[in-house]
């Protein structure tokens, strides 16, 4: 009989219990004992519903109160210093001033570097490595979540990320060093982790280790061999679980590793299962990603049984079933979706109807497929229902528009553009402006929700979205911001919020997914041809320009960015579907230039997120996000301003392209890193505009002007002075109207102290 498993569950909770718990906790609403009783609820919640659709093996160790490779790091013993960590078990709220700052007594320190785990719109905590660092077994939360598991009676499955992964995404602060010189002593506290769970009485344990889909040196490949001879622990089988793409030159190596058993990503690595069932020794295990853990379509049945089939006739027992890689990249479940259009909804598999399609496959590979006939048939209907859908069909009366028939160049050369902008905009030096978005109060939030079921009339939600955006201009004019926005209170999310406007998208009503710790968004589902049927931010930009004397932003989301951040169709090339989405805000870049908006900003903060993760593969993926964004921009005169954004991004190896965007200026998140980012910039001429962040706004410090002065001089010697903008790392949305003010203000500050220690330029261009 094959095993059914899971690489994880999604931890938020079905109606994002754990955020709401988590930030009640952190306000100092609730306790402690209030948080414990929460996480335990939902972790039986979801072993519950896993077991009932049928899986054998339940994941222990993939719930989270934050990231779980910041529990790894913590239960390693792997505490900066500047958290004030004396040894012993580390505490809950040590592991939350890692994720969001402040030291023990409550000053504010920085918070552990954030970014995107892979090609993911998740964010995990990068581990922070010294040259001589050591490790100890810091935590037992582990072995808690197993011994409660135990208790309620389910077979059970640790997983935790394995020990090359996490030591490859770990960096240095201090000190450039050979990170696999920590290997030794990294492996004798896994070990000890392992035999731990030995102890326990454990057989299986999970160990993710989705590096080996990346380049690695030779160095580290070889580490793997040792490596897992070093984790060799008697009575315990390891499943070593690979995710995200193809093994390509690992495959022999990760085959040949003396583990009990390998979980490959049948979904992006289809053919590389039958290449690795002929590597894999008679005893090994072989665990087929199966069913899609990255998007939300239905599976065809058919497909997957047509792979499986010949390979349940020759493993039997040794085929075990899973999703392609853990369930935290999708919404829990579809049941209460009711607001969906009914076709698009028959398309959805969100985690529990994953769950469910593993178990037809199971089923019809046990029993034969007269056994899950019914429940075939139903997904056969579904798959060629979508794909004859007259809402996936291309539409009707468009006009065929390409890159070689549509301008990707802006008139003039950005110089040129500097000094017709400065004309325009006249801003003094280091400028200073924020990313978009202000607090999302409780009430506006409300208006929002009360007016879109109904409860609201229009006039009313309009009256409550104009009176915060006047808070929000006022707010700034009084704070002394040059470039203003109006603040985005209109707005649910920046994806969304254009998701729910433009013909092709469709949002659900609780599809959300964790981003990063309490943060959730709900991707829209991209299943259709896109077009913009009307304006989307002319009506509040407009409104916010009349306001004010001084200029204010239009804020749109990108193309690149639209598409990596939702639910995208897969019966197409992606660069098509993202040129369509370029086409469609092309169109509200030019009406909000003609409404006399003199500095658009087009985010893109997800550019280099869907990077491939190989690097032969990139240079297609940029030509196409960089002839996208150019398509969204380049029909505006010189004279205004295109600014972009992008986060977390490791820029160094991309530099070329993101110069190639010719966005006049780009902000970018640099304030958690200590600059780090600035690098890229060092070693390459980027020939326009820079903000480089100063403000950390996912931690709830308000940094200090003596701190942000710091990050802008460090700055400025990499950056022309003449082109540095002074911004926050990204929008606001997520804070509180008091830090903001208080943040903002000290930003303000520091751009005034910087202008008094340089002498004025004339103008950018200069």
């Known amino acids: 009989m094959s095993t059914l498993h899971?690489?994880?569950?999604?931890?938020?909770?079905?109606?994002?219990?754990?955020?709401?718990?988590?930030?009640?906790?952190?306000?100092?609403?609730?306790?402690?004992?209030?948080?414990?009783?929460?996480?335990?609820?939902?972790?039986?919640?979801h072993w519950q519903v896993q077991a009932d659709h049928g899986v054998d093996l339940l994941p222990v160790g993939d719930f989270s109160w934050y990231d779980t490779l910041l529990d790894l790091s913590v239960t390693l013993g792997v505490v900066p210093e500047r958290f004030g960590w004396s040894g012993g078990e580390v505490d809950r709220d040590t592991y939350f001033r890692m994720a969001r700052g402040r030291a023990p007594h409550g000053e504010p320190v920085a918070a552990c570097e954030m970014t995107k785990w892979f090609d993911t719109n998740y964010h995990y905590i990068v581990p922070e490595l010294e040259p001589q660092q050591t490790f100890s077994l810091a935590s037992k939360h582990l072995f808690e979540q197993v011994r409660e598991a135990q208790q309620l009676g389910y077979n059970v499955k640790p997983t935790l990320p394995g020990p090359l992964t996490w030591l490859w995404l770990g960096k240095s602060r201090s000190a450039e060093f050979d990170k696999l010189e920590l290997l030794e002593a990294l492996l004798a506290v896994y070990g000890e982790l392992l035999q731990g769970l030995q102890a326990q009485g454990v057989e299986w344990v999970q160990i993710d280790e989705p590096a080996l889909v990346l380049d690695l040196p030779p160095a580290w490949k070889q580490a793997f061999e040792a490596s897992y001879h070093a984790l060799r622990t008697p009575g315990l089988n390891i499943l070593l679980a690979t995710y995200f793409g193809p093994l390509q030159d690992n495959l022999s190596l990760a085959c040949e590793l003396p583990v009990a058993g390998l979980h490959l990503d049948a979904v992006r690595a289809a053919d590389e299962i039958e290449r690795a069932l002929d590597r894999l020794s008679p005893y090994q295990v072989l665990s087929v990603g199966i069913v899609d853990g990255r998007n939300i379509w239905r599976s065809d049945l058919d497909k997957a049984l047509e792979l499986l089939s010949p390979l349940h006739e020759r493993l039997g027992e040794r085929l075990w079933l899973a999703p392609s890689c853990?369930?935290?990249?999708?919404?829990?479940?579809?049941?209460?979706?009711?607001?969906?259009?009914?076709?698009?909804?028959s398309w959805l598999a969100f985690a529990v109807q994953k769950l469910e399609e593993l178990g037809i496959l199971k089923q019809a590979l046990e029993a034969g497929a007269e056994a899950a006939a019914a429940d075939l048939q139903s997904a056969r209907r579904a798959i060629a229902a979508r794909r004859n859908s007259a809402l996936t069909r291309p539409l009707a009366g468009q006009p065929e528009q390409t890159l070689e028939t549509t301008p990707t160049q802006r008139t003039s050369a950005y110089p040129q553009r500097a000094a017709a902008q400065q004309r325009t905009l006249n801003l003094p030096p280091f400028p200073t402006t924020t990313i978009g978005s202000f607090p999302q109060t409780a009430q506006i939030r409300r208006a929002r929700r009360d007016y879109k079921q109904g409860r609201l009339d229009e006039a009313t939600y309009r009256a409550t979205v104009e009176a915060e955006i006047r808070k929000a201009i006022r707010t700034q004019e009084?704070?002394?911001?040059?470039?203003?926005?109006?603040?985005?209170?209109?707005?649910?999310?920046?994806?969304?919020y254009f998701g729910s406007q433009l013909a092709g998208f469709a949002v659900t009503r609780n599809g959300w997914v964790q981003s990063y710790g309490s943060r959730c968004v709900k991707p829209p589902l991209l299943y259709g041809d896109v077009s913009r049927p009307q304006a989307m931010t002319l009506e509040w930009t407009r409104y916010a320009q009349s306001l004010t004397e001084k200029p204010v932003k239009g804020m749109l989301t990108g193309p690149v960015t639209l598409l990596n951040w939702s639910f995208v169709r897969d019966d197409q090339p992606r660069s098509q579907t993202c040129l369509q989405i370029a086409r469609a805000l092309r169109q509200e870049v030019l009406d909000l230039e003609a409404a006399g908006i003199g500095a658009i900003q087009i985010d893109e903060a997800a550019l280099r997120e869907g990077l491939p993760l190989r690097r032969a593969d990139w240079r297609a993926y940029l030509d196409w996000a960089v002839s996208a964004f150019?398509?969204?921009?380049?029909?505006?005169?010189?004279?205004?301003?295109?600014?972009?954004?992008?986060?977390?991004?490791e820029f160094?190896?991309?530099?070329?392209?993101?110069?190639?965007?010719?966005?006049?200026?780009?902000?970018?998140?640099?304030?958690?890193?200590?600059?780090?980012?600035?690098?890229?910039?060092?070693?390459?001429?980027?020939?326009?505009?820079?903000?480089?962040?100063?403000?950390?706004?996912?931690?709830?410090?308000?940094?200090?002007?003596?701190?942000?002065?710091?990050l802008l001089r460090k700055a400025a010697q990499v950056i022309d002075p003449q082109r540095?903008?002074?911004?926050?790392?990204?929008?606001?949305?997520?804070?509180?109207?008091?830090?903001?003010?208080?943040?903002?203000?000290?930003?303000?500050?520091?751009?005034?102290?910087?202008?008094?220690?340089?002498?004025?330029?004339?103008?950018?261009?200069?």
């Open 326 to 345: 853990s369930l935290l990249h999708v919404p829990v479940d579809l049941a209460g979706e009711n607001s969906l259009d009914p076709e698009v909804r």
């Open 630 to 649: 150019r398509l969204t921009a380049a029909g505006v005169a010189d004279r205004t301003q295109i600014h972009t954004h992008m986060c977390y991004s």
């Open 478 to 496: 009084a704070l002394g911001l040059d470039l203003l926005v109006h603040g985005e209170a209109e707005r649910n999310d920046m994806v969304e």
């Open 724 to 766: 540095l903008w002074v911004n926050p790392d990204c929008g606001l949305k997520t804070r509180a109207w008091p830090e903001v003010e208080a943040a903002l203000a000290n930003m303000v500050q520091a751009a005034r102290q910087l202008r008094g220690e340089r002498p004025p330029s004339a103008s950018p261009a200069a």
């Open 6 to 45: 899971n690489l994880g569950f999604p931890r938020i909770g079905a109606h994002r219990e754990l955020k709401f718990a988590l930030e009640s906790y952190w306000r100092g609403e609730t306790d402690a004992a209030h948080l414990e009783q929460t996480g335990r609820e939902l972790r039986r919640q």
């Open 652 to 710: 160094n190896d991309i530099m070329e392209a993101i110069a190639a965007m010719d966005a006049d200026v780009i902000t970018i998140e640099t304030a958690r890193s200590n600059m780090e980012l600035l690098e890229a910039f060092r070693h390459f001429a980027y020939p326009n505009e820079i903000g480089p962040g100063v403000y950390d706004i996912h931690s709830p410090n308000v940094p200090q002007t003596e701190q942000m002065l710091g």
